[in-house]
């Protein structure tokens, strides 16, 4: 009976790939790269969510007026050239010229400004750039000024934030005008692929886009050359671990991402596959909910924060010890923004008795605590399940909720029906600024409103005016220390990724957002 049981379990998985990885009718005399991702996007509006897969895959069909190359600065791309008047005020951008969108139009500062007025109105990070902006125009075909009301130190990083579909993507004026306040269901960029079918929870195609014009200089991250070498990317969704690295090891697939880190010691001796680490990738934190009635109170957020066991979470959720690095600050240890004395006190302390007396000393009245995270994702769902207990022990009444994508996104943007949340920003956060969009009085998740915030706000307020790096350093780490005092998220270890690919694929670059131009089949 055993022996059944498995045979019939071997045949349903064998169906379940070809299902998965068999070309749509387009693809059928083309050559196609098939990716293996784990979640499935709700839509690909990049101004209307902040799933991170939106971003890696929009990446090829959108392009921003700077991209961040390989050591995180942002660059012209789109852009030819700018220079800063107004002591700092005024961004005066040049526009390279001869660039189509894929529907054969050139672009031109029309559709740059169309594409920032929407930026501006429906993206997180657009809105908060908006408060300070002054006034913004097209000079001539070819160039745009951007004023703002004081010096705004982060903007050029801000429009090329590789976070969370934070970037600055660049369209044509009849599509921002036609999707002005309504999530966008029709894609045209000046990438070099396009989109050419959407088929929600099964896959995403994308085609080469013929009349591409490629950035001058060698490729860099996300910066320079863009050569679409294969003709279709093909993101096929695959929410099973098992099924996705099958897939790569059979061929099926050519690269999948989300791989566990537990599976490395194996996956790294296997000549069918070859390995990539990228490091630093992610940065894992517990987000509390401080709208909701248990949160709002500091000590109960401080007592998870001295209680909790950082390594027993990260080895339970992440894996390996060469998968996670324990780091308190913000920023990894290679930035400029880096403060080795970030959190002393209470990052990683594992003091139970210190918990309890400040849990005790909390409004907390022994209600539920939900921990609701996505199902779909191994180091959320390993993460929650080991901090359930942790919290249990510190004297909190816990609850488990995983659900799937679509709806942990919608819950979170209420104040009731859940607590925490396991999350993970990009590590690699090209500029302090960015987390002005999700602390403070900005309610990104959490919704908060209080002095303590308001403190907050005042604090990236002086940072975002300063243009001096040893003045604004030193604003930096006053920011720090106010984030361990308040406790808006509990920043648990930077953690690296894994992806895997068949060894018949070359160019790849090993970047924080996977990307597949420059990248052949043999």
């Known amino acids: 009976m055993r022996s059944v049981k498995i045979i019939i379990l071997l045949i349903c998985a064998a169906l379940f790939l070809g299902a998965c990885g068999r070309s749509s009718p387009a693809t059928d005399d083309a050559e196609v790269l098939t990716v293996a991702i784990g979640t499935s996007p709700t839509c690909l509006d990049g101004d209307s969510v902040t799933i991170q897969v939106v971003n890696n895959i929009m990446s090829h069909v959108y392009e921003s007026l700077f991209e961040f ?15 800063m008047l107004d002591e700092g005020r005024t961004y005066s951008i040049t526009l390279r010229q001869g660039i189509k969108f894929h529907n054969g139009k050139e672009m031109k500062s029309e559709d740059v400004i169309a594409s920032l007025e929407r930026w501006l109105r429906l993206n997180g990070t657009g809105q908060s750039v908006a408060q300070y902006l002054d006034k913004y125009s097209a000079e001539g075909d070819y160039k745009v000024n951007i004023t703002f009301v004081e010096p705004y130190a982060p903007f050029l990083q801000m429009i090329s934030a590789n976070v969370s579909n934070q970037k600055l993507m660049i369209r044509p004026k009849e599509l921002c005008e036609k999707y002005s306040d309504s999530i966008m269901t029709e894609h045209i960029g000046t990438g070099p692929y396009r989109l050419e079918e959407y088929k929600p ?14 950035a001058p200089g060698e490729s860099s991250g996300l ?20 099924v996705r690295v099958a897939g790569v090891q059979s061929g099926e697939y050519h690269f ?20 990539y680490i990228t490091s630093p990738n992610y940065q894992l934190l517990l987000i509390f909910n401080q709208g909701g009635k248990i949160f709002r109170d500091v000590k109960a957020r401080m007592a998870v924060a001295v209680g909790v066991d950082v390594e027993e979470l990260a080895s339970l959720g992440v894996g390996s010890k060469e998968f996670w690095h324990l780091n308190p600050c913000l920023f990894a240890k290679t930035s400029q923004w880096y403060d080795e004395t970030a959190g002393e006190g209470v990052y990683n302390q594992k003091d139970l008795d210190r918990a309890k007396q400040l849990l005790s000393e909390s409004s907390y009245n022994g209600s539920t605590v939900i921990i609701m995270n996505q199902r779909s994702n191994t180091v959320y769902v390993q993460t929650a399940t080991a901090l359930k207990s942790q919290l249990e022990a510190i004297g909190f009444n816990v609850e488990l909720e995983l659900l799937d ?17 396991v999350n993970s920003f990009i590590a690699p956060d090209p500029d302090p600024q960015v987390y002005g969009a ?3 009085t900005n309610k990104w998740i ?17 940072m975002l005016t300063t243009v001096d790096q040893s003045e604004r350093y030193d604003i930096v780490c006053e920011w720090y220390d106010k984030f361990y005092e308040t406790i808006p998220y509990v920043k648990l270890v930077d953690y690296d990724g894994l ?14 957002t996977p990307f597949f131009w420059n990248v052949k089949l043999d």
Do not use: C
């Open 438 to 440: 999700w602390m403070g």
């Open 201 to 214: 929870d099964q896959y995403i195609l994308l085609k080469k886009y013929e009349e591409y014009l490629p």
């Open 446 to 462: 959490g919704h908060w409103d209080d002095e303590q915030s308001r403190q907050m706000d005042e604090i990236f307020d002086r």
């Open 69 to 83: 190359n390989s050591s995180y600065e942002a660059v012209p791309h789109l852009a030819e050239s700018y220079e």
């Open 223 to 242: 910066a320079g050359a863009r050569n679409a070498i294969v003709e279709r990317l093909k993101y096929v969704i695959v929410p099973e671990l098992a």
């Open 405 to 421: 994508d679509a709806t942990v996104v919608e819950k979170r943007k209420n104040t009731e029906g859940w607590d925490i949340i």
């Open 256 to 275: 999948a991402m989300d791989i566990s880190s537990d599976q490395y010691p194996v996956l790294s001796k296997d000549s069918r596959i070859q390995t």
């Open 499 to 512: 992806y895997i690919s068949t060894k018949g694929l070359t160019g790849y670059q090993n970047y924080t």
